[in-house]
């Protein structure tokens, strides 16, 4: 005997969920009544489509794959006969294609299975409320290369197919298993994309960069494949930082020279010291690997925008850059945490040092050119003299170190650091620099404002 439905419920929007497999489709009438909706089930497309001539529906929810009908036939038939009645298609991982062909067609929203009833009820809400077709979502999604993704983990946060600016469907849920196979298959179907939200992007840079210090300190694992996780992680960690800051075309043209020079560096056997000391940052718990990476971007930006186009040149200042802060590898980590106006004299002393040691660190690398070894030891000089650890005026800083200065202080506030106050406004923390007479090159300065995002 049928369940009887309140007057309340027929007051409110019928919908029309069609999936032969019961159990699945019971479960989806449930959460829609609960909610106050009135509910009309179909086994499949065509009993779905007999029912259209007969009951008011405000809603359908369809599965692709059944018998004698299938969801997208249903879906065709709508269009041509109920083109006002929203249609949400509930989809599995292995019907990615016929959902992005479906949305082209004009399809409102996908579920994709197994959903939770929150889901499901925001998917509804959605579909019966008019929403502006033209909002762009774009921004409130991060893009991840395919083969970026950690294979065999559960995924920490929802994973999302962007099928336009205004249309992202969810394709993964937090909890779920991130196969290698469910990768293949998106490779396979030329995905080469797939997106998060952005609130959980800095969960997944701070995930790889974890996992990263493990499989970089890792013996079974080959040292090619630590330089390409290293490099992944490199783009995370930079995309994250900067994604906002930095137009597209400019991230990705200082992502890709960074990636460059990484390989480059570390990837020859006459090099592969540098590797291990890399492997060294890495290995720091905080921020050190993190910042380092930033730094070298935004040199590499700073120097392009002086017109140093010059390989030689550009890898002498992201070397440089990376590798800045390595007379600081065997610092206390209570010591590196400390905000530098907190220090003690003996404190202030030994963190001083750091640039000497880093110099030293690369001066006793074959290989290595002098001057790489130089910005680290003047990465920390002012162009007023009133820097450390020799007090220079700008005119004998290297001036190299001068770009990595400028890109030092830069990330320290941008990303946050001991004794900095994180600020996310470019313009305002470069403006402070600028004002800081003696310290910086303003010509340095101007040319990363030059690289910004035009101001909203």
Not at 235 to 244: A, G, M, V
Not at 364 to 385: F, M
Not at 393 to 406: D, N
């Amino acid at each position: 005997m049928g369940e009887k439905i309140s007057n309340e419920q027929f007051s409110k929007k019928s919908i029309l969920i069609v999936d032969d497999d019961e159990y699945f489709r019971r479960s989806v009438v449930r959460i829609a009544k609960v909610a106050k909706y009135h509910t009309i089930e179909a086994s499949n497309g065509k009993e779905a489509v007999n029912l259209l001539g007969t009951e008011k529906i405000d809603l359908i929810i369809s599965d692709i794959r059944m018998p004698q009908m299938h969801g997208i036939e249903l879906f065709h038939h709508v269009q041509r006969h109920y083109k006002n009645i929203p249609f949400i298609i509930m989809t599995g991982f292995s019907e990615i294609i016929e959902t992005a062909e479906a949305y082209e067609l004009g399809v409102h929203d996908f579920l994709t299975k197994p959903f939770t009833q929150e889901v499901l009820l925001e998917g509804i809400k959605n579909a019966l409320n008019i929403k502006d077709e033209n909002e762009n979502m774009d921004e409130q999604y991060s893009p991840i290369e395919v083969e970026h993704f950690i294979r065999g983990t559960m995924c920490k946060f929802p994973i999302f197919l962007r099928l336009s600016a205004s249309k992202y469907v969810k394709i993964a849920h937090h909890g779920e298993d991130l196969s290698e196979e469910r990768i293949e298959s998106l490779k396979n179907k030329q995905i080469n994309y797939l997106y998060i939200k952005q609130e959980d992007f800095k969960f997944y840079s701070d995930f790889s960069f974890q996992l990263s210090q493990k499989i970089v300190s890792a013996p079974t694992i080959p040292r090619g494949k630590k330089i390409l996780f290293l490099n992944n992680t490199t783009k995370l960690l930079l995309r994250y930082s900067f994604q906002q800051t930095l137009s597209d075309e400019v991230l990705q043209q200082c992502l890709t020279t960074v990636e460059e020079t990484i390989n480059l560096v570390t990837d020859s056997g006459k090099n592969s010291d540098l590797f291990y000391l890399l492997e060294s940052l890495s290995d720091k718990p905080g921020e050190l690997f993190a910042h380092s990476l930033a730094v070298s971007m935004i040199s590499s930006l700073i120097a392009r925008e002086a017109e140093w186009y010059s390989q030689q040149i550009l890898i002498k200042v992201i070397v440089g850059a990376l590798f800045h802060d390595i007379g600081k590898k065997d610092f206390p980590q209570e010591l590196l945490e400390k905000p530098y106006q907190q220090m003690d004299d003996k404190e202030r002393r030994l963190f001083e040092s750091h640039p000497k040691k880093g110099a030293k660190i690369l001066s006793a690398l074959p290989n290595i050119s002098p001057e790489i070894a130089q910005v680290v030891l003047h990465h920390h000089e002012r162009c007023g003299g009133g820097g450390y650890p020799e007090g220079l005026a700008k005119a004998r800083i290297q001036p190299l170190a001068l770009i990595v200065a400028v890109a030092n202080e830069f990330c320290n506030w941008f990303m946050g650091a001991p004794g900095y106050q994180a600020m996310k406004n470019p313009y305002e923390i470069l403006t402070m620099m600028e004002s800081n007479v003696g310290s910086f090159s303003n010509e340095h300065i101007n040319g990363l404002k030059k690289q910004l995002k035009p101001k909203k």
